[in-house]
């Protein structure tokens, strides 16, 4: 258990659809990381916070994306009006300042048909 | 941006053999960790390195952070069937807080 779920596990959705995905860390304070891995690649970030504060966002990261986390809790990642190459696993981390490691949820994997 | 450099792509072994695989970037970087990711799960976290020239270990597996600062490797020894899987490096850069992540090195296993 690595202290971080993620709500959905698998979305399908139709394109031109918005999909919202759910991360849940096991501690309020920490850094929760947004990342998108595609096939045959690594993890590539998306975003990250600071409790509710959103301090990095990725060029990766297009109008299309936003990312909250109101209480410094949970997060959602939205995207609207999905397109055929968002089809991706979208992963959820946590870390715990000072220290750097990441420690990953299980991902939603999305597909957009 | 930065980039890591993950070798092998892949590598087809035989069980009970020794594996190691490595990491660099043209950039240096405070932090290395090696993951393994087994299809359809996130990665797993199996070692974290601070220091340029520590060696870590963690049961079979040992992992070193480059002296350069722009290098690891990761070896696990006398490798058993569930070691298959995909193993990615990823550094954390001297400015900022993201990770960086190779593509990855695909681990099979024969028995």
């Known amino acids: 258990d690595t202290g971080v779920s993620q709500d959905p596990r698998h979305k399908i959705t139709k394109r031109g659809q918005n999909v919202t995905f759910r991360c849940d860390p096991i501690s309020e304070h920490n850094r929760l990381y947004w990342y998108r891995q595609t096939l045959g690649q690594g993890p590539e970030f998306l975003t990250y916070f600071q409790n509710e504060a959103q301090l990095e966002k990725s060029r990766l990261l297009s109008d299309r994306f936003s990312a909250e986390r109101p209480k410094g809790s949970f997060s959602t990642l939205e995207i609207q009006r999905t397109e055929q190459g968002d089809s991706a696993m979208y992963l959820c981390?946590?870390?715990?300042?000072?220290?750097?490691?990441?420690?990953f949820g299980q991902g939603t994997r999305l597909t957009v048909v | 941006g930065q980039q890591l450099n993950q070798s092998p792509q892949s590598m087809f072994i035989q069980e009970g053999e020794d594996v190691s695989m490595n990491c660099t970037s043209s950039?240096?970087?405070?932090?290395w960790l090696w993951y393994k990711q087994d299809p359809g799960e996130g990665p797993v976290l199996l070692i974290a390195?601070?220091?340029?020239?520590e060696l870590t270990s963690n049961g079979r597996l040992t992992a070193q952070f480059g002296i350069t600062r722009k290098d690891s490797f990761l070896n696990i020894s006398a490798s058993i069937p569930s070691d298959v899987g995909i193993y990615f490096c990823a550094g954390r850069p001297e400015y900022g807080n993201k990770l960086v992540f190779g593509a990855g090195t695909i681990l099979r296993v024969k028995s």
């Open positions: 981390a946590r870390s715990q300042p000072p220290n750097t490691e990441a420690f």
């Open positions: 390195l601070y220091k340029a020239g």
């Open positions: 950039s240096i970087f405070n932090t």
